[in-house]
T-cell receptor
Framework: GNSVTQMEGPVTLSEEAFLTINCTYT??????LFWYVQYPGEGLQLLLKATKADDKGSNKGFEATYRKETTSFHLEKGSVQVSDSAVYFCALNTGNQFYFGTGTSLTVIP | EAGVVQSPRYKIIEKKQPVAFWCNPI?????LYWYRQNLGQGPELLIR????????DSQLPKDRFSAERLKGVDSTLKIQPAELGDSAVYLCASSADRGADTQYFGPGTRLTVL
């Protein structure tokens, strides 16, 4: 079946630290991959996406590369800010349905 | 452009009471989704509409949950009667069409059942 597995949190980092949140997936066919971010009390917002193998999605300093050989889509940011504190969800779309990971909570401390 | 609108944002009810949530998708978006998000979990699909037709409701607990999307625009999700385990955030999302690879979420309705 189709599924997304994210690294468990919570993750706590100091400002300007390097961030990696791991995401692996299982899917039939060639899904599109996404990272969504959810700030406290808000709905999910699209952060970045990639639609085919080796594509790199990027936005607001965050990046993720679609790795078909390792079925991964890890989220990275070189220097996190306090305002990046949120819950991050990895997701895939098979064309028929979206599947979400359980989310990884990130707290950035000054 | 306005995003997905949901109301109410918060609802507290006692068990066995009915409750309804409303969603207005982004203008022109044909596909509408209702998700339930339990605390510390990712969203789980309840039902998906293509225009006014429910094309995937396999995860909707039909004994107590119902949904409608009259005229293929706004949608209402209802629970009757509510149970303690229904406490969650109910998210509405929309996309341009079934083949669109991005969906846009509303802020959600946080339901607390006492």
């Amino acid at each position: 079946g189709n599924s997304v597995t994210q690294m468990e949190g919570p993750v706590t980092l100091s400002e300007e630290a390097f961030l990696t949140i791991n995401c692996t997936y299982t899917a039939t066919g060639y899904p599109s991959l996404f990272w969504y971010v959810q700030y406290p009390g808000e709905g999910l917002q699209l952060l970045l996406k990639a639609t085919k193998a080796d594509d790199k999605g990027s936005n607001k300093g965050f990046e993720a590369t679609y790795r078909k050989e390792t079925t991964s889509f890890h989220l990275e940011k070189g220097s996190v800010q306090v305002s990046d504190s949120a819950v991050y969800f990895c997701a895939l779309n098979t064309g028929n349905q979206f599947y979400f990971g359980t989310g990884t909570s990130l707290t950035v401390i000054p | 452009e306005a995003g997905v609108v949901q109301s109410p944002r918060y609802k507290i009810i006692e068990k066995k009471q009915p409750v309804a949530f409303w969603c207005n998708p982004i203008s022109g978006h044909n596909t509408l989704y209702w998700y339930r998000q339990n605390l510390g979990q990712g969203p789980e699909l309840l039902i998906r509409y293509e225009n006014e037709e429910a094309v995937d409701d396999s995860q909707l607990p039909k004994d107590r949950f119902s949904a409608e999307r009259l005229k293929g625009v706004d949608s209402t999700l209802k629970i009757q009667p509510a149970e303690l385990g229904d406490s969650a955030v109910y998210l509405c999302a929309s996309s341009a069409d079934r083949g669109a690879d991005t969906q846009y979420f509303g802020p959600g309705t946080r339901l607390t059942v006492l």
